[in-house]
């Protein structure tokens, strides 16, 4: 099985639908740190939605999707850039025991305080413009539950949404019915897409992670014929980077960079999502605050 997002239309009715299927580019995230079983399940989903929303929403820019828990996971990114690559990263809470067993609101949303919010953020954002932020209500019991309720609710936009992760695999599927001219749904075509939408509830999760896209196009919608497909390569891929660095540490002002310093007088730091260690010794970390490298982040920041 290859690492693919597959996207495909229709004939009869305005219907898109996608299937995303990452073996190597799961296995590539997790290179770097492993997380228990039901954390990875977690983010399994998470990295194979992102991919289907970033895929659907064809928009020039990364998405990313960020869960704050209360629960024994604190923080769940999942990023998918529009050339496909993704990345993804969880902070667990400190001595906290994780049981194959936990459920989703058990990991992340213990006392109802949970925030999962998707970000739009455009490649070339212009000065003062600020990323679409979208708050996703934790309302469902599955990953693809909590989105799908989202875009049929928030977007207005029926959606069915299947999600899956094993240790081999990381696997998406999405239907959304398009709006019509006017911007509504169209009536005319509403028993095809109830059928459609059936068929595509009917796809179990194993299923979906252990059979390659052609299978489960053929087994699922032989009957419906399907207009336009295109198939891309989706991979991992971190976008960390020296300047980041030094940006990141520029934000966090001259003391506390300098209180960052150890006893060799270098800062270290190592990227969250895919390990890459950074080092400056204190006279670059010193140049970062001079008044020259000032103007010049903030010529960048703005
Ligand atoms: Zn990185």
Avoid at 102 to 110: C, D, G
Avoid at 130 to 148: C, K, R
Avoid at 250 to 272: K, P, R
Wanted: charged letters at 20%; hydrophobic letters at 40%; proline letters at 4%.
């Amino acid at each position: 099985m290859s690492d693919t997002l597959h996207r495909f239309l229709f004939k009869d009715a305005p219907v898109k639908g996608e299937l995303v299927h990452l073996p190597k580019t799961w296995r590539d995230v997790r290179a770097y740190r492993r997380y228990p079983a039901a954390v990875e399940k977690i983010m399994g989903e998470l990295v194979a939605a992102s991919a289907l929303l970033c895929a659907n929403l064809k928009f020039d820019g990364s998405l990313v999707m960020q869960i704050h828990g209360d629960g024994p996971i604190i923080l769940l990114v999942a990023e998918c850039r529009a050339d496909l690559t993704v990345r993804a990263t969880a902070k667990l809470r400190e001595n906290a025991v994780i049981t194959d067993d936990m459920t989703l609101a058990q990991l992340i949303n213990t006392n109802g305080q949970g925030r999962f919010a998707i970000t739009l953020d455009p490649n070339n954002r212009q000065e003062g413009q600020q990323p679409y932020q979208g708050i996703v209500p934790l309302t469902g019991e599955s990953m693809a539950d909590i989105l799908m309720h989202y875009m049929t609710s928030s977007e207005q936009l029926d959606t069915v949404i299947q999600l899956s992760a094993d240790d081999d695999n990381a696997a998406g599927f999405l239907l959304q019915r398009l709006p019509d001219h006017g911007g509504g749904m169209n009536t005319e075509f509403a028993s095809t897409w109830d059928d459609i939408a059936h068929i595509g509830r009917t796809l179990g999760a194993d299923e979906l992670l252990k059979n390659d896209t052609d299978t489960l196009m053929h087994r699922l919608f032989w009957e419906q014929p399907r207009d336009t497909h295109t198939t891309e390569p989706v991979q991992f891929a971190c976008t960390c980077s020296p300047t980041k660095v030094a940006n990141m540490i520029t934000l966090l002002g001259e003391d506390e960079a300098t209180d960052m310093l150890d006893d060799n007088l270098e800062v270290n730091v190592s990227c969250d999502f895919c390990g890459q260690h950074y080092m400056l010794s204190a006279a670059q970390v010193h140049e970062l605050f001079t008044p020259e490298a000032n103007a010049h982040l903030n010529s960048k920041l703005h």
